[in-house]
């Protein structure tokens, strides 16, 4: 069993490092740095890190957790994730750069007016708190278990400590820090993937392709859903819903965009997003791979699901496995050094998003005079990182689902809005009467609320699964339609 003593220097350690890169990489400490690195960055750095960001503490844990419940079926979800990435590509990334946009809600400030600009900025902001909170609450519950409950410190301060450490590395560099950053963390990711299997398959006494060929992965291994249209994770529903949550989680979220809007040019911002989709792709199907080796382990050393409050808690297996599993050393500190990598990569990058869009889309920042500038942007900073800290100590109390569900259901009613009004200004020649828009956001909201609280029984068996986001966005598109002028 690996000490909490040693895990906490190794987290440490990293730390050190991650505070090594922001020292160099944020001696200018500007607006223009912090918000878009002076538009300079390499497009292979960017789609390499964009990696670690996008899969985050919840694809290293909660990915291969759900593959008892789910199998392979999440891959169908990721097949759609690649068609999405291409819509971002050729479709999102030439509006923003043709209209030299800092936050991309700015687009509809100048497609339809202030309202809609403030409506696409604030339900940016909802998504992005949930989802950074998703994630970090994650990872906040395994260093809990796995350190600090050994020394009876409580979940919050685990918290406050988390966000502490992420703000220390990144209140001056930015988004500038984060290039260089995510670099490092998405090689640590995929590091302690590769590493783990290869340990468990030797463990096991078997080649990788003994493995492929197992009988206990046939168990796992069933990708598409095709039986009946009814079921929630059919292979069409999953698909149409995969490539809707990309285009909407990562093309309509600043926190995505503003890696790629760092970029020198489109082209480069482009090249970055199609390299970045396949090796996504790629590297989620280790981690489906790593579930599945997971769960054959546990079996054959009679090592049970961890509880959390009182409750079998399948995010947990893979931390159990790789800290108590009887696997070496090696394993556990490429699992500890890959976790942190992940929630550091997600959270870091959604706290600068959070305070360029609430600098940009809500405080109007260049209005102030140049020298007033920089204190707030810290001072927002500051903010953003109390709020996180406040939602996720909240999920400890309300969360009750697998994690990667609970965050890509929630996208489902968040990012629904902004995918109509981007898509109403992108594919329409038309106006809108901007000082209505709230209405129709939240009518639409309101309707596909009531929609995704109905029973499968009240819709002839029907069971509503990630297509509530299209739903949600055709819904505000709709709504637009009825405030359109020429």
């Known amino acids: 069993m690996i000490s909490p ?21 944020g001696k ?47 891959f169908q979800v990721v097949l759609g994730y690649l068609v999405g990435y ?28 202030s309202n809609s600009h403030r409506a696409g900025a604030f339900f940016f902001f909802i998504s992005r708190v949930l989802g950074a909170a998703f994630r970090l609450f994650l990872v906040a519950i395994v260093l809990q ?36 950053t995510d670099t490092l963390q998405t090689t640590l990711m995929i590091l302690a993937v590769l590493l783990s299997i290869a340990y468990i398959n030797q463990a096991l006494d078997w ?21 009946s249209l009814l079921s929630r994770n059919h292979f069409l529903k999953s698909f149409i819903g995969g490539a809707f949550v990309t285009i909407c989680m990562t093309g309509l979220d600043q926190d995505m965009m503003q890696k790629n809007l760092s970029c020198r040019t489109l082209k480069d911002a482009q090249k970055n997003m199609v390299v970045f989709s396949f090796v996504l792709v790629l590297v989620t199907g280790l981690f489906m791979l790593l579930g599945a080796l997971l769960f054959i382990y546990a079996d054959t050393q009679i090592i049970g699901v961890p509880l959390l409050d009182g409750s079998p808690k399948t995010d947990l297996l893979f931390p159990e496995i790789a800290l108590n ?13 890959g976790l942190i990598a992940a929630a550091y990569s997600s959270a870091d990058s959604a706290l600068t998003s959070l305070t360029t869009s609430f600098c940009i889309d ?39 689902r697998n994690v ?83």
Do not use: C
């Open 5 to 25: 003593l040693f895990i906490l220097s190794l987290i440490i350690g990293y730390f050190l490092v991650l505070v090594g890169i922001a020292y160099f990489t």
């Open 207 to 227: 080649s990788f392709s003994d493995f492929i060929a197992s009988a206990e992965f046939s168990q796992y291994n069933s990708v598409f859903v095709t039986d």
């Open 325 to 337: 599993g009887r696997l070496g050393i090696a394993v556990a500190v490429t699992f500890i050094l």
């Open 362 to 400: 809500f405080l109007k920042l260049e209005k102030y005079p140049e020298k007033e500038q920089k204190s707030l942007r810290k001072k927002t900073h500051i903010g953003m990182s109390i709020l996180l800290i406040v939602v996720i100590i909240l999920f400890k109390y309300i969360l009750d």
């Open 404 to 486: 990667i569900d609970g965050l890509l259901t929630v996208a489902g009613y968040t990012y629904g809005p902004l995918l109509g009004l981007f898509a109403f200004g992108i594919f329409t020649p038309y106006k809108i009467y901007d000082r209505h828009v709230w209405w129709v956001l939240l009518g639409a909201l309101s309707l596909i609320s009531v929609l995704g609280s109905l029973d499968a029984s009240r819709l002839g068996g029907y069971q509503l699964g990630y297509e509530l986001l299209p739903l949600n966005g055709l819904l505000t598109f709709l709504g637009l339609v009825l405030i359109r002028r020429k």
């Open 145 to 180: 278990q796995f350190i600090f409950d050994a020394w009876n410190i409580p979940f919050e301060i685990t918290v406050i400590l988390s966000i502490l450490l992420i703000w220390v590395y990144t209140q001056r560099g930015g988004i500038k820090t984060i290039v260089f």
């Open 86 to 113: 291409f819509v971002v590509a050729y479709v999102l990334l030439p509006v923003y750069y043709s209209n030299n946009v800092t936050s991309i809600y700015e687009y509809l400030n100048t497609r339809f007016g």
């Open 28 to 74: 200018e400490d500007s607006n223009e740095s912090f918000f878009k690195a002076n538009r300079n960055s390499p497009w292979y750095l960017v789609a390499f890190g964009m990696v670690g960001a996008s899969l985050s503490g919840v694809t290293f844990i909660s990915v291969p957790g759900w593959i008892q419940d789910s199998q392979f079926s999440y």
